[in-house]
């Protein structure tokens, strides 16, 4: 039986890529998309990354969560 529920999800490709300095500007781009209130842990995790380890899994999980919701954004620093 096929699933009726399956709405389809659009994905801008042509937008441009925003860049962002620094995880505190990672944070701030987090806390403005529309579904900021589920990405408070990943925000947790990234303000809380007070050592180099600590801030290369924050920065790898930002970019992996930019990368499955397909955010057209870049941490470069």
Partial sequence: MPCTDIRPMQVD?????IVLNSMD???GF??????????EPLID???AADAPDLERRARL???TFAFAMRLPVQLVN
């Fill in 13 to 17: 490709a042509f937008r441009p890529t």
């Fill in 25 to 27: 500007e990672a944070v």
């Fill in 30 to 39: 987090l806390r403005t998309l529309s579904i900021a209130e589920h990405t």
């Fill in 45 to 47: 995790v990234m303000e």
């Fill in 61 to 63: 999980a930002f970019e």
